[in-house]
C-alpha cells in the first residue's frame, strides 16, 4: 500500500547525514584573506562566470554548494553573474568537447580584462575520466590559457574557495 510508505517517509528521520562541520576560524581567515585580496586586486567583489563545456555535473554540484548557508561564498565577496561580460572570472567546468570550444572562446572573448580562467576539476585539467572519447578534445588548456587548476573528482567547495583566494593572491603581487 502506498500509505505506510507515505507515513513512514513524512514522519520519520531524513537518511541523509549531517553537513560537514566546518572551523570558525578558518572561515573567519579564509574570509579575510579573501576580502582583502580582493580589494587589493580589483577594488570590489570577484564576479565569476561559471562554465560548463561537457561534464558529469559533479563539479557543478560542488560549485553550486559555494551559496548554500554552510560556505555562503557571498560573504566572502564572490558572487556568480549571468554573462561573462559581467566577470572577472571564467570558472570552466568538465572536459573540452569539440562542441563547446566555440562556446567557450565566445564567452572568453566577452570577459572584460583583467580577467582569468579558471579550470576545476580533473575534467577541466585533461579531460579526466573523459579522455581519449571522440568527443574531446581534451582539457580547457587546449583552447584557452588557463591561469588556475583546481584538481579534484570533484574539488570541494573548501578547495574551490582556497584556489579563488590563491589566485587573488598571487595576482595581487
Not at 562541520?21 to 584573506?33: H, S
Not at 560549485?63 to 571564467?90: C, I, Q, T, W
Amino acid at each position: 500500500m502506498l500509505w505506510p510508505s507515505l507515513v513512514r517517509a513524512l514522519l520519520g528521520k531524513p537518511l541523509t547525514d549531517p553537513a560537514p562541520a566546518i572551523p570558525d576560524a578558518t572561515v573567519q581567515a579564509l574570509a579575510l584573506r579573501l576580502d582583502q585580496a580582493a580589494q587589493t586586486r580589483l577594488g570590489r567583489s570577484l564576479s565569476i562566470r561559471e562554465v560548463d563545456c561537457g561534464s558529469c555535473n559533479g563539479c557543478e554540484l560542488e560549485v553550486n554548494a559555494l551559496a548554500n548557508p554552510a560556505y555562503d561564498m557571498e560573504r566572502f565577496g564572490l558572487k556568480f553573474v549571468a554573462s561573462p561580460r559581467h566577470a572577472d572570472v571564467l570558472l570552466v567546468t568538465g572536459p573540452l568537447t569539440h562542441n563547446m570550444r566555440e562556446a567557450l572562446q565566445r564567452a572568453w572573448d566577452c570577459t572584460p580584462e583583467p580577467k582569468w580562467l579558471v579550470a576545476a576539476g580533473d575534467c577541466a585539467v585533461d579531460g579526466g575520466v573523459f579522455k581519449g572519447s571522440y568527443a574531446i578534445a581534451g582539457g580547457i588548456g587546449e583552447a584557452l590559457p588557463v591561469d588556475l587548476v583546481i584538481p579534484g573528482c570533484p574539488p570541494t567547495p573548501t578547495q574551490l574557495l582556497e584556489g579563488l583566494l590563491a589566485l587573488l593572491e598571487a595576482q595581487a603581487r
